[in-house]
């Protein structure tokens, strides 16, 4: 292959919704520390390693985002052209040129990594490849959020098979990797043609766009950077979107399932009088939760729709500008024409089926925080009569016993010995006369026995009428 070019073209997620205006996510610099890393050992290009004093968002090697200003920046070098990261030697004579060309996309950052053959006119064989380092290339070593795109470019031969050197290409780009790359898709691009494989990493793709009849390709690829550039990031963005939302209508769906079996326990709940209000307030203290998550999840499906909406808009305006420079994939047609359009209604769909789970949600809890109130004031009104009556009898209790202390007083004072006068009363006889009952007769105890008896006696009929009048 002359004129081989090997990109990665990575975006990065900079700002989420949930973030400030003024904040970033916390790992926006990613993509930045990860290069520079590499640039250290594993892709040793001279000027790899010292990109941050190239970047507008660093200032003495710190990640600064607020130095990139408040607009939409495009590029993101202090000279606003790409950098000329140097070039490295390679066992076989030839060296490797690198460039960086570093972005923000709006809310993403973007970068364009590409190693090209010193001179282009060097015939790179399918072994050579690895002399590139693709395998540093790969998600494992430069993670990106958003996605990624591999793209080769390479003249070729007319009497070489276009697919099965892609194929071979392919292969080599990812060797040593867990990834399993298949072709997904091809098409015309500019004469030449494009490859595009899918791997087992949802957000990695291959290109591979071989000239293989000495189309003018270069040329038109050139002059479209900037809108393939744009094209590939609303590509990705819609693709990543798309998985996130199906994390997010599976919880969802989860947490519908979660309250409709709840809704079933309800009427065996409240058929239970005796655990009734202790089953309803548990229960109460959990849907609150789900109902949260159910509302937050359904919210994320809102703005997933959003957000694939307008980057479907701006995907089609970028291949309109693409396509009047010459033939494009059909596959980038279908993408607009079926696949996006698809996923956006199947999004539309799920929010429309999911959204009356919400009222659901707000509904049962009204119904389950009504029945817990009322049935918390009929368990108030309850105790309060329990403690009530349990007071009347207390009241009960000290009134007989202070009647009945009162009287056994009053009557220890007017008789001081009833023992004897009551002996006295029935037998006509002085105790002195009966010398035998002088013993028991006038001891305390049983005058004291005496006394409370009679308090008793005297007591019963006060407390039968307390009883009546309360």
Known sequence: MKNFTLSLVAFHLRQTLTDSLDEV???????????????????????????????????NNQYI?????????????????????????????????????????????????????????????????????????????????????????????????????AEKCAVALVANSNLNPLLTHQGELFGSQLFQFKTNNPTYQIWILLNHN???????????????????????????????SRQSYTQTRQLYSQLEKKIQSYPSIIANPSQKLTNLKQLLDKIPE????????????????????TNIKNYNICLDKIHSHGKVPDFWENMRNCTFPQWQEQLKIDIDYLTPGENLFSRIIDTIRGTVEIEQVECDRKNELN??????????????VGTALAVSGVSSQVATNPSQIIYTQFTHKKPAENPQLLPYLG????????????????????????????
Do not use: M
């Open 443 to 470: 001891l305390s105890s049983l005058d004291l026995l005496i006394h409370i008896c009679l308090g008793i006696i005297c007591a019963i009929p006060v407390g039968i009428w307390l009883k009546n009048r309360k």
């Open 65 to 165: 985002p607020q130095a990139e200003g408040s607009g939409q920046t495009f590029w993101l070098t202090h000279s606003g052209k790409e950098i000329d990261l140097g070039n490295i030697s390679t066992p076989e004579g030839f060296r490797i040129t690198a460039n960086l060309q570093p972005f923000r996309l709006h809310d993403t950052y973007a970068v364009d990594l590409t190693l090209a053959p010193e001179n282009p006119n060097i015939e790179i064989t399918i072994p050579q490849i690895q002399y590139f380092k693709p395998n540093y290339l790969l998600p494992a070593h430069i993670p990106a959020s958003i996605g990624q795109t591999l793209w080769l470019y390479g003249e070729i031969d007319n009497t070489i098979t276009p697919e099965d050197c």
């Open 290 to 309: 789900d109902a949260v998550n159910y509302t937050r999840n359904l919210r994320d499906l809102t703005a997933h729709h959003t957000a694939i909406d």
């Open 387 to 400: 403690t009530q009556a349990r007071q009347e009898k207390l009241e009960l209790l000290i009134a007989f």
């Open 214 to 244: 000495q189309a003018d390709t270069i040329t038109p690829l050139s002059q479209t950077y900037d809108d393939i550039l744009n094209l590939l990031c609303s590509s990705h963005k819609i693709s990543k979107i798309y998985q996130d």
């Open 25 to 59: 996510d916390a790992d926006a610099n990613l993509l930045w520390e990860t290069l520079a890393k590499l640039g250290e050992n594993e892709i040793p290009f001279p000027e790899l390693a010292k990109i941050r004093t190239q970047l507008i968002c660093y200032q």
